[in-house]
């Protein structure tokens, strides 16, 4: 039976050549970065020019970039070095956010109940309106981040980085963005969209599981997140994992390298797919919209509601992958908290699938899940 993965929003398969790269890393430059003999010294240059390869790519300065164990992490770290050490009192964002940034807040909040978090509305598309963020960011000088994802992990709804960056700079408030499901996927520019945070995660742009970054700002001073050594100028303490810190740069590398040809590919199998969608099914609906991010299609399909159990299991019987709503949340008999801010509770009952592709994914994937969806 072929198998058909279409999730990558879930995690991308590492490339060969990132493979190739790590294992070479793996089996000659296994020094620890912070020793001073040969060995230690050629790993350091390994993390150090990796580091400056991510910093280009997203026009930093490679000491802006530390690097994490994942995008859980980055989130974790951002919001509660702001909290604590920046001393913000109030923190902008929606409902639709990861729960790395969700769950963080719930705990800060009742750590300090001072902490006001204030929820944009969003409309149908999860978009918020811009007018929105700068009526709440006026209406008070309370010390704020702005913590809003670029591009939503279920539905693919996209944030305008720059023009949140213009309004934040306009009322000097912290802009953090979870990065994690557009970096190598679009360009990003942390200049233009004056961002103060940026996270990502190397899995998602086909590089290695376990590692991340985050980009800080010049001259922001916060603690770590962990303690101990002096590691990434004591900004996160722990030896550096050497071969996967390379490994997600030669991803990102290939990623920015190939960008604008895998855009092209991977627009036109979503293209495909909601056109086969609306043949196969003519009521289907469009979680989030047709125009959401290139690589994301939330579908909500015209079916009983006593398949909604099934669709997954049955769809991995056949082989096929796929998610509803985000990964953690798979085999949990609770609505996405994604859909549950834009459906009604009908539209919430039914089956939605996330699909969610990468360059390798073909017309006749889109073929084989519609065929098995109408054999169910
Ligand atoms: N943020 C977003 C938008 C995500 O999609 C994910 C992963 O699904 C994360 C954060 C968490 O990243 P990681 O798996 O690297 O912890």
Redesign the pocket.
């Known amino acids: 039976m072929k198998k058909i993965y279409l999730d990558n929003?879930?995690t991308t398969a590492v490339l060969p050549e990132v493979a190739q790269t790590m294992f070479e890393v793996l089996t000659h430059t296994y020094g620890n970065p912070s020793s001073t003999h040969s060995f230690g010294r050629e790993a350091k240059v390994q993390v150090e020019t990796a580091r400056k390869a991510i910093a280009k790519h997203i026009h930093a300065q490679a000491t802006e970039i530390i690097f994490t164990s994942?995008?859980?992490?980055g989130?974790n770290w951002v919001l509660q070095a702001a909290v604590n050490d920046l001393k913000v009192t109030r923190i902008v964002t929606t409902k639709l956010e990861?729960h790395?940034?969700l769950h963080t807040l719930a705990v800060l909040q009742l750590k300090n109940p001072e902490l006001e978090v204030v929820y944009l509305p969003v409309n149908s598309l999860g978009e918020i309106a811009y007018s929105d963020l700068e009526t709440v960011l006026s209406s008070s000088s309370a010390k704020t981040l702005v913590s809003l994802?670029h591009v939503?992990?279920e539905i693919g709804t996209v944030l305008d980085l720059v023009q949140v960056g213009a309004i934040c700079k306009a009322y000097q408030a912290y802009f953090h963005s979870?990065t994690?499901?557009a970096i190598g996927k679009t360009n990003i520019d942390v200049q233009a969209a004056n961002l103060d945070f940026l996270?990502a995660?190397a899995?998602?742009f086909h590089g290695p599981k376990g590692v991340?970054f985050v980009y800080v700002k010049k001259n922001t001073i916060i603690q770590p997140l962990l303690h101990g050594g002096e590691q990434e100028k004591g900004f996160r303490a722990g030896t550096e994992a050497v071969h996967q810190i390379v490994g997600m740069a030669k991803a990102l590398d290939l990623a920015y390298a190939n960008l604008g040809a895998q855009q092209q590919a991977v627009t036109a199998v979503k293209n495909y797919a909601i056109s086969a969608f609306k043949k196969a099914f003519p009521a289907v609906a469009f979680n989030g919209g047709e125009n959401g991010f290139y690589n994301i299609l939330n579908v909500r399909l015209p079916l009983s509601v006593d398949k909604t159990a099934m669709i997954l299991f049955y769809l991995d019987m056949k082989g096929i992958a796929v998610s509803r709503g985000?990964?953690?949340q798979s085999g949990s008999i609770k609505p996405s908290h994604v859909l549950a801010e834009i459906l009604d509770a009908n539209a919430l009952q039914v089956p939605s699938l996330r699909l969610s592709f990468s360059h390798e994914n073909t017309p006749e994937d889109i073929d084989a899940l519609i065929e098995a969806i109408q054999s169910m």
Request: glycine share 8%; with cysteine; charged share 15%.
């Open positions: 929003a879930a994942c995008g859980t992490e989130d990861h790395a940034v994802m939503n992990n979870d994690v499901q996270v995660s899995h998602k991340g985000s990964a953690c």
